[in-house]
C-alpha cells in the first residue's frame, strides 16, 4: 500500500484527496520509482482545485514532477537504486504523477539526478526551475550574453520566476523583477535582481510600442503582461514565453516583431527531448547557488498540498513548495 493524492469527478462533483492505495493500481510502465520528494507547481494547484480542464483522465494522481529511486525497471538506461527526476510527459495530467509514494512511468521520460543536488533539492528546482533554465538555453542559444543590456522577469516571486533571477544573477545579467508583492521586493533583491518594478506597470492594457528598456524578458505571466513586455523590448530582442498565469490572449501587435524585430520564443517544457533535458539539469548544477534556493523553498507534508493549492492560486505563495510524500 503507498499514499496518494487522487483527483476523482463523478456526479457527486470535483474532488481531491489523500488515499491509501494498493501497488496493483498503479499504471503501466517500464520503471517503478519508491518517491521522495514532489513538488506542487501552478499547474498542480489547477489540477487539484478543479478551476482548470488540467485533467485528462480520473481518476489521477497530480503532481507534474517527482524525484526519488528506482526500485524496479525493466528499461536498459536504469537499475533498481538508481536516483531519478522526472519533469513533465504529462504525468499528473494523463499518467499517475508525482503527489504520491510510489510512481510507474516509462524509462524514456526519467534523468538520472545531478550529484550536485539530492532529491529534496531537486523538487526545489523542480519543473519550474527547469523550465526557467529552458528560457535562458534558449535566450542564450539566440545570442543574449549580459552585455546585451537589462533583463526582465515577470511573476517574480513565482517558482519560475524566483530560479531564473537567481539563474540570471549568477550568469552576470542585470535583472529587473515585476511582482504584485512589493512588500517581498528584498527577497528578490536577495536573489539577485537590481530592480523591482510594479506588475501592474505590465498588467493593464498598454501601447503597441513602449519605451526600449530590456534587452530580453523571462516571461511566466501571458496576456497582458506578456504583450507589453514585448512593447518595451530593445530593438532585436529575446522574449521568452512559458507560462499563463494571467490569460492564455495575447493582447498586442505585431510592432515590436516587425518594426524592432523582437523574436517571441516559445518554451514547451513538456516534451522536450531528453538531450536537452540532461543539458539543463547539467547547467542548474553549475549555475544555481544552493543556498538562494534553500531561500525561496517551503516544505510541506502530501497531506498539505490540497489546502496550499488555493493559496498558490490566489498568488500567496512565494518561490518553491517542496512535497515531501513520506510525511
Not at 87 to 101: A, F, I, K, P, Y
Not at 165 to 186: M, N, S
Not at 225 to 245: E, F, I, W
Request: a neutral charge.
Amino acid at each position: 500500500m503507498f499514499n496518494a493524492l487522487v483527483v476523482e469527478k463523478d456526479p457527486q462533483g470535483y474532488r481531491c484527496n489523500l488515499q491509501s492505495l494498493d501497488e496493483s493500481a498503479l499504471p503501466q510502465g517500464d520503471v517503478q520509482v519508491d518517491i521522495s520528494h514532489s513538488t506542487l507547481n501552478y499547474k498542480d494547484a489547477l489540477a487539484i482545485c478543479g478551476t482548470s480542464p488540467v485533467v485528462r483522465r480520473f481518476p489521477m494522481v497530480p503532481g507534474i514532477d517527482f524525484a526519488g529511486t528506482v526500485s524496479h525497471s525493466q528499461h536498459p538506461d536504469f537499475k533498481a537504486g538508481d536516483k531519478v527526476v522526472l519533469n513533465g510527459w504529462g504525468v499528473g495530467e494523463q499518467h499517475w504523477g508525482g503527489l504520491s509514494q510510489k510512481a510507474s512511468v516509462s524509462g524514456d521520460w526519467l534523468v538520472p539526478l545531478p550529484e550536485a543536488f539530492n532529491s529534496r533539492q531537486a523538487m526545489a528546482i523542480g519543473t519550474a526551475g527547469y523550465t526557467a533554465m529552458l528560457c535562458i538555453l534558449a535566450l542564450e542559444h539566440h545570442g543574449l550574453t549580459p552585455n546585451k543590456g537589462e533583463v526582465l522577469v515577470t511573476g517574480a516571486n513565482g517558482g519560475v520566476g524566483s530560479v531564473a533571477i537567481a539563474l540570471l544573477a549568477k550568469l552576470g545579467y542585470q535583472v529587473t523583477a515585476a511582482t504584485g508583492r512589493p512588500a517581498l521586493a528584498e527577497g528578490l533583491k536577495a536573489l539577485g535582481a537590481s530592480h523591482i518594478i510594479d506588475r501592474r506597470e505590465l498588467s493593464e492594457p498598454g501601447k503597441p510600442l513602449a519605451k526600449e528598456r530590456f534587452a530580453a524578458v523571462v516571461d511566466s505571466v501571458g496576456s497582458h503582461t506578456l504583450a507589453n513586455a514585448c512593447a518595451a523590448t530593445q530593438s532585436d530582442g529575446l522574449v521568452a514565453a512559458c507560462g499563463l498565469a494571467q490569460g492564455m490572449d495575447l493582447p498586442a501587435t505585431v510592432a515590436p516583431f516587425i518594426l524592432r524585430g523582437v523574436s517571441l520564443l516559445g518554451i514547451n517544457s513538456v516534451t522536450r527531448p531528453k538531450a536537452e533535458r540532461l543539458v539543463a539539469w547539467q547547467r542548474l548544477a553549475r549555475d544555481l547557488d544552493p543556498a538562494k534556493l534553500a531561500a525561496i523553498t517551503e516544505e510541506i507534508a502530501l497531506g498539505e498540498a490540497v489546502s496550499k493549492a488555493q493559496a498558490l492560486l490566489d498568488g500567496k505563495v512565494r518561490g518553491r513548495l517542496v512535497v515531501d510524500v513520506n510525511r
